[in-house]
Antibody, heavy 122, light 110 residues
Framework: QVQLGQSGAEVKKPGASVTVSCKAS????????INWVRQAPGQGLEWMGI????????VYTQKFQGRVTMTRDTSTSTVYMQLSSLRSEDTAVYYC???????????????WGQGTLVTVSS | QSVLTQPPSVSAAPGQKVTISCSGS????????VSWYQQLPGTAPKLLIY???KRPSGIPDRFSGSKSGTSATLGITGLQTGDEADYYC???????????FGTGTKVTVL
């Protein structure tokens, strides 16, 4: 079955960087885009960007441009999201989510990782 | 701040029906497919509706989606206690070049 398994919780100091991983299994990794979505405590969902594992092209939302980098390792079917220059407002649960349509990635996210809590605190 | 507006909360008794509205614009809902997600407390979101009206395998037909102009609606009939959750609409926004989520609606079963 399709699964997205994420790395464990992180605690970082302001100004540091964090990398969250998302390992895909149960399907052909290169055929489906992976998105990153975050949720601050008690808040709603916020889309950060998307990566096409086939070619590694990315689109980042303007809010995170310059601070976020999404990469993939096809040998391990893993996608990575690195967020730099962390501030307290980046404290959130970070989810990876698969686009259900391999041709149009914006037609819904059908599988989600379990989430990774990133806490930014001095 | 989100460009898709939802009511903060809706409620109804078990067995009743609720509808959740999602208001957007011509650059978002007006010209794109809409998805709906259910997020139970402490869990990852789950896809309920895609392509505005379609249900993934395993989602009961108590859940339905529709769209008119720049607004979309999620309907839940035969409300159950297990439906208590936060619900989010989402779509692509051409002007922002971003996938956007609604503000979220908490459903309470009285």
């Amino acid at each position: 079955q399709v699964q997205l398994g994420q790395s464990g919780a992180e605690v970082k100091k302001p100004g540091a960087s964090v990398t969250v991983s998302c390992k895909a299994s149960g399907y052909t990794f290169s055929n489906y885009y992976i998105n990153w979505v975050r949720q601050a405590p008690g808040q709603g969902l916020e889309w950060m960007g998307i990566i096409n594992p086939n070619g590694a092209t990315t689109v980042y939302t303007q809010k995170f441009q310059g601070r976020v980098t999404m990469t993939r390792d096809t040998s391990t079917s893993t996608v990575y999201m690195q967020l730099s220059s962390l501030r307290s407002e980046d404290t959130a649960v970070y989810y990876c989510a698969r686009s259900r349509d391999g041709y149009n990635p914006h037609r819904g996210f059908d599988y989600w990782g379990q989430g990774t809590l990133v806490t930014v605190s001095s | 701040q989100s460009v898709l507006t939802q009511p903060p909360s809706v409620s109804a008794a078990p067995g009743q029906k609720v509808t959740i509205s999602c208001s957007g614009s011509s650059s978002s809902i007006g010209n794109n497919y809409v998805s709906w997600y259910q997020q139970l407390p402490g869990t990852a979101p789950k896809l309920l509706i895609y392509d505005t009206t379609k249900r993934p395998s395993g989602i009961p037909d108590r859940f339905s989606g529709s769209k008119s102009g720049t607004s979309a609606t999620l309907g839940i009939t035969g409300l159950q206690t297990g439906d208590e959750a936060d619900y989010y609409c989402a779509t692509w926004d051409f002007s922002l070049n971003a996938y956007v989520f609604g503000t979220g609606t908490k459903v309470t079963v009285l």
